[in-house]
């Protein structure tokens, strides 16, 4: 159950503010993720790291920064967000990546944020 | 058309019955199916890998039909405890992301 660790688990900021989400896997992963989840919506995959090397950015609006420092950590580092940026922020991890099929990805708690 | 797509339910059943659903996927070239379950307010854990000749893991059976291009879940003697949200999950073909399909919810009842 802690195989993927995320904090804050809650989080609500203001417009101006700038805060950072943590991630850390236990599960010896090389590949991490970054999803949102709106209410309602499907998951929607933000970045991927593979490697502490960034491999995909869905066309994110910059105010949302990652940092991939070692294989086991990620971070979200969020300024001037938006009212529409609150939903839940969840990372993922994965065995690897590869061309052709996707290894089973083991998620964490997510945070819930709510931008005021 | 969407990538991924799941009937949202709910599925209300009583305990001990039988509740099978199904997702279609666009992509014939998809590779890789899962089945996850998401709990209100929580993070999706993987159920099962869904395999091509189908495969079981207790009271779930994961389904693949390439042909028609759907998989399915089955859930025999419903727990209250099943009580959920199932993410029907793809990859993109030639490719190691996954597509999410919105999800079906199953209540069971007492």
């Known amino acids: 159950e802690t195989g993927v660790t995320q904090t804050p688990r809650h989080l609500v900021m203001g417009m101006t503010n700038k805060k950072s989400l943590k991630c850390e896997q236990h599960?010896?992963?090389?590949?991490m993720y970054w999803y949102k989840q709106s209410a309602k919506k499907p998951l929607e995959l933000m970045f991927v790291y593979s490697l502490e090397e960034r491999v995909e950015n869905n066309s994110v609006p910059s105010r949302f920064s990652p940092e991939c420092p070692n294989s086991s950590h990620l971070f979200l580092h969020l300024h001037t967000l938006q009212p529409e940026d609150s939903a839940l922020y969840l990372c993922a991890s994965s065995q690897g990546i590869s061309g052709g099929l996707s290894y089973e990805q083991y998620f964490g708690p997510g945070t819930r944020l709510t931008v005021t | 058309r969407k990538e991924v797509e799941q009937d949202p339910g709910p599925f209300n059943v009583p305990e001990g019955a039988t509740v099978a659903f199904n997702c279609t996927y666009s992509?014939?070239?998809?590779?890789?199916f899962f089945w996850y379950r998401q709990d209100c307010r929580k993070e999706p854990k993987l159920l099962m890998s869904?395999?091509?000749s189908g495969n079981e893991d207790g009271r779930f059976t994961a389904q693949l039909n390439r042909a028609s291009q759907y998989i399915s879940l089955l859930i025999r003697d419903s727990k209250l405890s099943d009580s959920a949200t199932y993410l029907c999950v793809v990859n993109k073909a030639n490719d190691y992301k996954l597509s999410f399909g919105a999800g079906t919810t199953v209540t069971v009842r007492a």
């Open positions: 869904v395999y091509s």
């Open positions: 599960l010896g992963h090389n590949a």
């Open positions: 992509n014939s070239a998809s590779q890789s």
